[in-house]
């Protein structure tokens, strides 16, 4: 392969490696590196869409190509990790319109994701107890208030970052609202019933004090791979 050929051969020169990046990190555009002696500093994760995400520890561009593009994932790792976290322990005390903003588009997302499960299933278990049997209904008319709130926002003035996140976010939300209108006319009333276990569930767990998402009998932790601010396909 002549592209990775060119890409282990630049040991002296890191920022010639720019051009290869896309094919290593699909949304990885280009690296913001450092000016005078910090040239071979990798200080932010740049978008193809335009989204900067300052490194959390910036990692240096320094021996073996395939060892600083090493540590330079572990550093992208790690960053995105700290911002998804952040992103969580925001979620309860920013104003949602901030929120969407304050963050990188992938934390935005998957924390999003991580609050429609867990609304789903403190519902389910209202329903379960029998303390609140229009528990789902509810919490789902909350959810579309909270799409049509998403919906009067993409309408104002937004930068084109800001519409990217919201227009990828109501993808998401969208398919959560149709589940649960799935769930609540089916009757569904109990968390281990298969139509809630099929769907594709984010929790942040304490014990590893990471996202972990599970379906059916899997569980796999979260990635933390750079995605910038792309569009998501609608879910079917």
Request: aromatic residues 10%; hydrophobic residues 40%.
């Amino acid at each position: 392969n002549d592209e990775l050929l060119e890409i282990l051969s630049q040991t002296r020169d890191p920022h010639a490696v720019q051009p290869h990046l896309m094919k290593c990190f699909d949304a990885l555009k280009k690296l913001t590196f450092g000016d005078g002696d910090d040239a071979n500093q990798m200080k932010a994760l740049n978008s193809a869409e335009g989204e900067v995400v300052p490194f959390h520890k910036p990692p240096l561009a320094e021996g073996a190509v395939e060892h600083w593009l090493m540590g330079m994932q572990t550093a992208m790792v790690s960053t995105l990790y700290t911002v998804s976290k952040a992103c969580l322990e925001a979620l309860s005390t920013m104003d949602k319109k901030q929120w969407y903003f304050a963050f990188p588009a992938a934390p935005v997302i998957m924390i999003g994701c991580i609050e429609w499960t867990l609304g789903v299933e403190d519902a389910l278990a209202k329903l379960r107890d029998g303390s609140d049997k229009g528990a789902l209904l509810q919490y789902n008319k909350d959810w579309i208030s909270s799409i049509q709130g998403m919906v009067e926002l993409v309408r104002t003035q937004l930068t084109p970052l800001q519409r990217g996140i919201l227009a990828a976010k109501l993808v998401i939300d969208v398919h959560a609202r149709d589940t649960v209108d799935a769930m609540c006319a089916m009757g569904i009333s109990w968390a281990n019933d298969f139509e809630w276990q099929r769907q594709l569930r984010y929790y942040w767990e304490e014990e590893a004090d990471d996202c972990v998402i599970r379906q059916t009998n899997t569980r796999f932790l979260y990635g933390y791979e750079y995605l910038g601010n792309s569009m998501r396909l609608p879910l079917t």
